[in-house]
């Protein structure tokens, strides 16, 4: 708390950490920043969008690597992945949900969790708290990277 924004390193519980839009993307993020800073946002790329103003991350990819951008919910995504959120603290009472497509995740939006089944080809984004099904782990992401979903140990 009082460090949302700032770009300076704060003492952690394993080294420096920060609580900026950057930290997201860097993983370096102090433990509580999601709720005491990104409440309501979603991460893309080195920015947030805000959930609460419809926004949502727009994935596109083109010479060998990701470009993320905001845009609004309403305008059509001209990338090849969405992301309306990133973790379950953006969905109560559902999970964050991502649909595998490619070797990448094609959209991520907030599902029941019944319908969010691995064997479907759909992925639980675990984002910062790491909450995860039973028997399965906490992974990072690497295609958008940025994320984090649940996988097989």
Known sequence: MGHCGSSSPQPGPTGNCYCDAQCVAQNDCCPGYKDACASGQVACGADQCELGSGERCCHKYGSGSWSSACQPQSQACSGIATSNCDGPEDCPGQVCCGKVANNYLSSM?????????????????????????????????????????????
């Open 109 to 153: 939006t907030c599902e029941a969790a019944s319908a969010c089944q691995y064997s479907s080809g759909y992925r639980v984004i675990c984002g910062a708290s790491g909450q995860c099904p039973s028997g399965y782990v906490c992974k990072t992401l690497s295609s958008p990277p940025g994320y984090k979903y649940c996988g097989v140990p």
